[in-house]
């Protein structure tokens, strides 16, 4: 015990009692266990509390008869979403399961929204499947066909997906001589559309494809639903260009598949479609090869008895060949004399466009410049000197005629300016009385005086 009646602490004992979790690491091990044991969830209920902040995300509770789970949906997912959800809708939500640590609160992040039952997009699609089917763009009647051996494929892909990747690695291996040209786009979100559309014309108006590979790798319906849109449909059923749907997996189904001159159910697929393969050009190769030896060597025993019966009867061919090649030494010294003539020729008229040149230089029409420059410099000086000077003498003369009119000079010649003592000026003897008091201003200061004495008649 200490002086205080509190008991002593052994230091020899250790403290056995488990360690407990702060707070924070309770939450962030409860999260991770969530995270790691629901990898992603389809749920169905009513939509509750929505509420859409200045954040653009969008947070809201989904509940049946007996329970509720919090949900969120930030911006990026939510944007995707064609019609705003409203308080009471039955709706369907894909996300992950997890933990808002600060608060602990359980909850889903959601990916995907859409109304309880069939799809918003299933249904999009199944209405504009049915409105282009009735229009005829998916009749065989006007599908094109494919050429058998293309001498150029375009590609119209994202650069960066692994749809270009399998495209490029099937053909390497089946035909590496045919070219290949990529028309890069987006295939997923808002700008996919349009970057399509605008690729497929890109296509046609470069012309130098045969056939068309228009696709991407697999991905969930709202990732493919580019190719789900009544634009691209219709630049892929007005293309003069046969085209080949290779979108997704073998399993997704697309309106691009409909519409397009042959379906095939991945990019790789499509590259097989419509690439030979080299190692049956090999074979047809070599057999062609073989065929080719056997009439060479008909033909040149053919055409070696015709050359033994024209040797017979051919003349000695020496004597023209000596005049043919005397003929050739004639030409080769007019040729060596016309190419002296006219290296002659060109190096006198480069001289003479060079002195044209040196006339015509901007160093030589620079220099003429500079020197107006300071010529016209030199004569603004000048002029502004002698206005100055003029003016100079103008104000001087000025200051003159001020002063000859000005009171003081007449203060300078003996006289003043007599004032009261309410500073009034005096023009009047009469104005004062003996006894006041007066002020005269003169040339240099002022004078005091008191009046003694008054004379009004002036004399």
């Avoid at 065989?140 to 270009?164: D, F, N």
């Avoid at 009119?405 to 009261?420: E, F, N, W």
Wanted: some cysteine.
């Amino acid at each position: 015990m200490d002086d205080y009646g509190t008991p002593r602490t052994n230091p020899l004992l250790q403290d056995t009692r488990p360690r407990a979790l702060s707070v924070s690491e309770l939450n962030h091990q409860a999260r991770h266990l969530l995270e790691s044991s629901f990898m992603q969830v389809w749920v169905e209920g009513e939509l509750s509390g929505f509420s859409r902040p200045s954040s653009g995300h969008w947070y809201f509770s989904l509940k049946d008869r007996k329970c509720q789970v919090r949900c969120a949906m930030f911006r990026g997912f939510n944007q995707r979403i064609r019609n705003l959800p409203k308080e009471g809708d039955q709706v369907r939500i894909r996300g992950k399961v997890t933990l808002y640590e600060n608060r602990g609160d359980f909850q889903i992040i959601v990916e995907h929204i859409e109304p309880a039952g069939l799809g918003e997009l299933q249904q999009a699609f199944e209405e504009l499947k049915r409105k282009l089917q009735t229009e005829g763009l998916f009749d065989a009647a006007r599908k094109k066909s494919l050429p058998k051996t293309p001498g150029h494929i375009g590609v119209i892909t994202s650069p960066t997906g692994a749809a270009i990747h399998d495209i490029l690695t099937v053909l390497a291996r089946r035909c590496p001589a045919i070219p290949v040209t990529l028309y890069p786009t987006a295939v997923q979100g808002k700008a996919a559309t349009k970057d399509i559309v605008q690729a497929i014309e890109r296509a046609q108006t470069h012309g130098v494809a045969d056939v068309l590979i228009i696709g991407r790798g697999g991905g969930s319906l709202e990732d493919l639903w580019c190719f789900n849109e009544e634009a691209v449909a219709r630049a892929m059923a007005n293309c003069r260009i046969p085209t080949v749907s290779a979108v997704g997996h073998e399993v997704d189904v697309t309106i691009a598949d409909f519409v397009a001159d042959l379906r095939a159910p991945t990019p790789s697929a499509a590259a097989e479609k419509i690439s030979p393969d080299q190692q049956d050009w090999l074979r047809q190769i070599q057999e062609w090869e073989h065929r080719l030896a056997n009439a060479a060597r008909r033909a040149f025993k053919r055409f070696g008895t015709q050359l033994e019966h024209l040797g017979a009867r051919l003349r000695d061919p020496r004597r023209d060949l000596l005049e043919k090649a005397q003929r050739m030494d004639d030409l080769e010294l007019r040729l060596n004399k016309a190419m002296v003539q006219r290296t002659e020729r060109l190096r006198v008229r480069s001289e003479h466009l060079g002195q044209r040149l040196a006339l015509q230089s901007p160093r030589r029409q620079l220099v003429n410049g500079q020197e107006s420059v300071a010529r016209t410099s030199e004569r603004l000086g000048s002029a502004m000197r002698l206005r100055l000077r003029q003016r100079r003498e103008r104000l001087e003369h000025m200051a003159q005629t001020l002063h000859v009119v000005s009171p003081l000079a007449t203060l300078g010649r003996g006289y003043a300016i007599v004032r009261d003592d309410e500073g009034r000026i005096i023009r009047d003897a009469a104005e004062v009385r003996p006894g006041d008091g007066i002020t005269a201003r003169i040339a240099q200061g002022e004078i005091s005086a008191r009046v003694t004495s008054v004379n009004s008649s002036g004399d």
